[in-house]
């Protein structure tokens, strides 16, 4: 089950289906938070639907930029 704010990260990423989201994009309205808050919501969201979260294979990360929904 997902939060409320894990649906919205994945409507981003539904939104934009294999392109690269920024953190802070991400973030939204929460970019006092930090960038650190997004890599915490997405490591939880891999836990939830990855097989191997230490390998996902849906949320990957484009290093210095943000992440990625795989369409593959």
């Known amino acids: ?3 409320e704010r894990e649906i919205e990260i994945m409507l981003a990423f539904a939104a ?3 392109e690269t989201v920024a953190r ?3 973030l939204g309205e929460d970019t006092i938070a930090g960038e650190r ?3 915490v919501q997405i490591n ?3 836990r ?3 097989d191997d979260p ?3 294979k849906w949320l990957q990360t484009v290093r210095g930029i943000g992440y990625r929904l795989s369409t593959d």
């Open 1 to 3: 089950r997902l939060t």
């Open 16 to 18: 934009r289906p294999g």
């Open 24 to 26: 802070h994009e991400l």
């Open 37 to 39: 808050k997004i890599d």
């Open 44 to 46: 939880r969201l891999r």
């Open 48 to 50: 939830k639907i990855e």
């Open 54 to 56: 230490a390998n996902p």
